[in-house]
């Protein structure tokens, strides 16, 4: 067991005027099982990079284990996979990481396969293997289940649990309470580092939240009244101060002193209640400062005049002779939001670009209504290039209202002034949402959504699913999601 220890870390990219960390200090312990969330676009990747060395920066970092980043860059993807092993690790030893890959599940034959026609589940578990079997390393593991199927996620979930020393980002929470024992969040002002999994961080921020915001309110109103109270007592200290001078004609003459000594208490009093206020301001400044606001989004599907909006019956899709769906029947209905669930390779962002209209070789009867308007979210962001304005225009989307949905998706408004291609892979992820809610359709169909996508925005898109009375088909592997959202399940062999 030892200690990485972060001192004073400040760091900004050369392209920007904004910090990512300023003057950032905190421990964590080498044995820990560290999941790391936080906002898209807050820095999460960029500290592991940091912790490798790939960056300069000010401050330190000291550890005494060697940081091994997760995924791996492969150089060649051709390569046998064993090959591929040595690529990562000169030293290892093929008896160690056949051992991990039996705890992850993965028979030896994929080792003398062709890296690349791995599934992502095996890719992800293999080199998982090889960077867990060596010794000394603490592992940076960055999003690991994007684009895994629930079996798998549960595998590797399982499979982390058994081990220590490693900083998981992921967005899954379900994932990330099944296999961590701290959390590491980057809030809007700090890092910090709280013993636990996510879900009862979770609750702890709702807690810290409410109670800030009700002594946000409380300090507000007292702000109000004594800021009354100090004005209304410099109008008498005022009012007292005049009759120093007496009236004109009374013949009387004041008594200066006695009224100086009062006008001189209220304005003591006046002081007073302008330090409370003082007080009650500071006090005021230190709240709010990391509640995560998520602003409620809205979507406007369009009403069809059919009940049933498609129909798959006996469905078979292959290409060429490989068949990757056999015999798939379901209805959609308006207001259904069915899940489609099954391993990776069973044909399921098949089946929505067959509703998609777009040439996929099939049998069957498949049926959709009359003018039927689809929109539709694709699993990878490839190709998003250019600036928000010509994505907007391209899409046919109004661009005011495309932007303010990115705004409530934490977007801030420098973003807007970047090329997409620059953004982070969550941020282009939300790009793809933001311009799906802007188009009105009668049914939308969403290739596992939420891939890169942080945990504050996946829950404005459940609460904004559940609420809309949208129609949707959708491929997603966060178990949780799937939970809050489906009133339907597809499941695919």
């Not at 000169?90 to 160690?96: A, C, I, M, S």
């Not at 209202?401 to 941020?427: A, C, N, Y």
């Amino acid at each position: 067991m030892s200690m990485i220890q972060i001192s004073d870390l400040t760091f900004s990219y050369d392209t920007s005027f904004d910090y990512i960390f300023e003057h950032v200090s905190f421990q964590i312990d080498t044995d820990w099982k560290l999941g790391f969330t936080g906002r898209n676009g807050r820095g999460k990747t960029t500290f592991l990079k940091l912790l490798m060395g790939e960056y300069e920066y000010r401050g330190s970092i000291a550890a005494s284990v060697k940081f091994d980043y997760f995924p791996y860059p492969v150089k060649d993807p051709t390569a046998l996979t064993v090959d591929v092993l040595e690529s990562v690790d000169p030293q290892y030893e093929l008896w160690k990481v056949m051992k991990e890959m039996s705890q992850l599940g993965v028979p030896d034959e994929v080792l003398y396969r062709p890296f690349q026609t791995l599934s992502n589940g095996e890719q992800t578990k293999v080199l998982l293997a090889v960077l867990f079997g060596k010794e000394n390393n603490f592992l940076l593991i960055d999003e690991p289940t994007n684009h895994l199927d629930a079996e798998a996620r549960r595998k590797v979930g399982a499979y982390l649990n058994s081990k220590k020393g490693f900083i998981l980002v992921s967005h899954d929470r379900a994932f990330l309470d099944e296999c961590t024992d701290h959390v590491l969040s980057v809030n809007r002002t700090e890092i910090e580092v709280q013993k636990g999994n996510f879900s009862s961080w979770y609750e702890n921020k709702l807690l810290r939240d409410q109670y800030e915001l009700s002594e946000n309110e409380k300090l507000k109103k007292e702000i109000g009244r004594l800021l009354k109270s100090q004005r209304r007592t410099e109008g008498w200290s005022d009012q007292v101060e005049k009759t120093k001078r007496g009236t004109r004609n009374s013949g009387l003459r004041p008594d200066r002193g006695f009224i100086g000594h009062k006008a001189a208490k209220m304005m003591k009093r006046s002081k007073a209640a302008e330090t409370r206020k003082e007080d009650a301001v500071k006090e005021k400044s230190k709240l709010l400062k990391n509640i995560e606001t998520s602003e409620a989004l809205k979507i406007s599907p369009l009403e069809h005049h059919a009940k049933r909006l498609a129909v798959l019956e006996d469905v078979s899709i292959s290409y060429g002779s490989k068949i990757v769906t056999e015999n798939l029947s379901f209805d959609i209905e308006k207001g259904d939001r069915i899940a489609l669930v099954g391993k990776n390779g069973c044909g399921k962002s098949s089946v929505l670009k067959l509703l998609l209209g777009k040439a996929v070789d099939h049998e069957g009867y498949l049926y959709k209504a009359n003018g039927l308007r689809i929109s539709y979210v694709p699993q990878n962001t490839d190709g998003l290039k250019g600036d928000l304005r010509e994505y907007a225009y391209n899409c046919g989307i109004d661009e005011s209202l495309f932007k303010t949905i990115l705004r409530k998706l934490d977007f801030s408004r420098i973003q807007f002034e970047k090329k997409i291609e620059e953004f982070s892979e969550g941020q282009k992820k939300k790009v793809l949402i933001a311009g799906s809610l802007c188009e009105q359709a009668h049914l939308y169909l969403w290739d596992e959504p939420l891939n890169y996508i942080d945990v504050f925005s996946r829950i404005q898109i459940e609460e904004l699913l559940k609420n809309s009375g949208i129609t949707l088909l959708f491929v997603e592997h966060d178990l949780a999601f799937c939970n809050q959202i489906k009133t339907k399940e597809i499941l695919m062999q």
